[in-house]
């Protein structure tokens, strides 16, 4: 357990992008469950579900640019080590 906390630690980057795509995945199933039953609560859930689709609209994007950055320091990476 002691190595894979000191692997984690000696690699931030990886480690927040881990750490990002749990938080994604853990706000998609808690966006699921609250909107589950926006349909029993008629014309006055209609605020909620508006900045719940929102919130996760902007979540979605957050997320792709993140994938994307993640993908370019790759590529760039393995471009500048070539032999």
Do not use: Q
Not at 10 to 26: C, D, E, K, S, W
Not at 53 to 66: N, P, R
């Amino acid at each position: 357990m002691r190595s894979a906390l000191s692997y984690l630690w000696r690699h931030p980057r990886r480690t927040g992008f881990i750490a990002l795509n749990i938080i994604v995945l853990i706000a998609f199933v808690a966006w699921g469950a609250f909107t589950a039953d926006m349909s029993n609560e008629g014309m006055g859930g209609v605020p909620n579900a508006m900045l719940g689709y929102t919130g996760m609209a902007l979540l979605i994007v957050v997320w792709i640019v993140a994938w994307l950055a993640w993908a370019w320091l790759l590529a760039r990476r393995h471009l500048l080590h070539r032999p």
